[in-house]
């Protein structure tokens, strides 16, 4: 099975504090730690693990400046065979359906089967697989958290739904899924497996060798503009408790007790 | 002005999800003077107890009603809402997971644009609408603006907008159903096959007054063992967040959320968790929420009772250690 999965290097949220810039414009990314997406790196373990059994490739795809090729690359140590950097100033500044139209243009020149990507990223919009879906006409399934290859044609998928509840569904290939967290436990990429592909070709595909018109992508081909990056007012919040470990351990078991939290 | 707009409303064995009166809410925030149309499908009696009880809360209702759409996934009912949307449309949709699967695609056929999970709405001028989103776990919101010109699919996060209260409508109904049709079944590339129902688990957290819940803040599959204790010093059980789930440190039946369990206890002790709003969605009936966490901006300080800024690694056994001491 020829499997594609589209990954987008952000900036690491469980490691940041996201703080944004005096003017608004964007956030601090001096000192940002950047990694693969969380649930990107859930949808390439799946792939290699569907390869594994089956057979085929597992090619890797981001949109991004070259910053970008270090992800790429970190995934392919993990086990994919391939990787691709699609990479042209005319792309920045796209949306999601920019985005989207991008990577089509790549699909259609390859012939896959199955084309993954994480359920969302770091602006939370879980879109481009869906948008992806709907370009090429193929079937489209979100919050996947099982995959089983029933033969060359077809795919049993499970997706999460309300109240940890999974629906069952029956998929054609080719076909796009994005992937939920927690399908499977993305295996840990070492030094060595880093430095193996350290100098493995990544090809960089530009606007031109994707034949795409520019009025598609960038901020031309974009319906949806971010103005600014804010925190909001905070509400009333939480009652803080303050002064030193002894004397918020006193409150909050008062407050506990108060509150019926000790048995 | 803009286009029509619709509310797409969502329903579960006969009856309307509450959001369908919140979305009509944020309808009337892009435009208080619009007629707004729900837009519900399914089939049979189910659906007809659904229009019932929207009618008079919308202008209009447009059904469509057929079998192929008793449990309905959205590679089916994307097309038929394809057919039947004018064009330049606003259409409203919860963001949950059918969205997740419907939106995206629809805003493509539709030649629309697509704002995903937004949480206000700010202003429209000419055919510029502003709506806020929040971005990187809910720790930065933006405003983003939308040509709506083509028309537009928008995702509203639940709970965003307080359902409109006064049933203003006429709740004319109109049948749609064959101009969806027209042109035939869409099918068949995914097909439904069942839905395997959560399992309980050993502990049914949905029936606890107590839980202590844990989340990514406690780092490392070896520290469960100060959550472990700290519950049963309190008399509680043990809940968490996503990522736990994810890590295999605890059973999926012990993950409150909107993927997870809806949870109503008296106590909701949350350490390490930042408070995602999927995470805040499985927590009803007004606990008294304690936070613990060491980032001061975490969400889920918004919402808590009350809030402590440390590390759960280090104040937990302390708090362990306070309680056995009172206790005796």
Known sequence: MEILVCVKRVPDTAENEIIVNRDGTDIEREDLVFSVNEWDNYAVEEAIQIKDKVGGNVTVITVGNDDAEEVVRREMAMGADRGILLCDEAFEGSDGKGIASILKAEIVKGKYDLVLTGAQADDGAGQVGGMLAAMLDWPFASLVNKIEVIDDKKILVGREIAGGNQEINEIDLPCVLSIQTGINEPRYVGIRGIRKVASADIPVHGANDLELSPELVGPAGSLVKRLDFFVPEPGEGAKMLEGNTQEILDKLVEILKSKGGIK | ?328
């Open chain 2, 1 to 328: 002005m803009p286009g029509k707009i619709f509310v797409y409303v969502i329903h579960r064995e006969g009856t309307a999800d509450d959001t369908a009166l919140e979305l009509l809410a944020a309808a009337k925030k892009i435009d208080p003077e619009a007629s707004v149309t729900a837009l519900v499908a399914g089939s049979d009696k189910e659906l007809e107890n659904v229009v019932k009880q929207i009618a008079p809360s919308f202008n209009e209702v447009w059904k469509i009603d057929h079998e192929s759409l008793s449990y309905i996934i959205a590679e089916t009912l994307r097309p038929m809402l394809a057919r039947i949307i004018p064009k330049g449309s606003i259409l409203l949709i919860p963001h949950e997971h059918f969205s997740m699967d419907l939106s995206p695609g629809l805003s493509i056929k539709l030649e629309a644009a697509f704002i995903p999970d937004v949480v206000a709405f700010e202003d429209i001028k000419e055919n510029k609408l502003t709506a806020i989103r929040e971005e990187f776990s809910g720790q930065v919101s933006t405003h983003v603006m939308c040509d709506i010109s083509q028309g537009v699919v928008i995702s509203v996060r639940s709970g965003a907008f307080k359902p409109e209260a006064t049933a203003a409508g006429k709740g004319q109904i109109v049948d749609k159903t064959s101009e969806a049709l027209s042109g035939g079944i869409p099918n068949g590339k995914r097909r439904y096959l069942e839905v395997i129902e959560a399992e309980t688990g050993e502990v049914d957290i949905t029936k606890s007054d107590i839980l202590v819940s844990v989340g990514r803040g406690i780092e490392d599959q070896d520290n469960m063992d100060i959550i472990y204790e700290l519950a049963e010093t309190m008399g509680g059980d043990i809940s968490c967040s996503r990522p736990i789930v994810d890590a295999r440190w605890l059973d999926k039946s012990r993950q409150v959320g909107t993927s997870g369990k809806t949870v109503k206890p008296k106590v909701y002790l949350a350490l390490g968790i930042s408070g995602s709003f999927q995470h805040l969605g499985g927590i009803k009936g007004s606990p008294f929420i304690i936070a613990i966490n060491k980032n001061p901006k975490a969400p889920i300080f918004q919402i808590a009772d009350v809030g402590i800024i440390a590390d759960i690694l280090e104040f937990v056994p302390e708090l362990t250690g306070k309680i056995e001491e009172i206790k005796g």
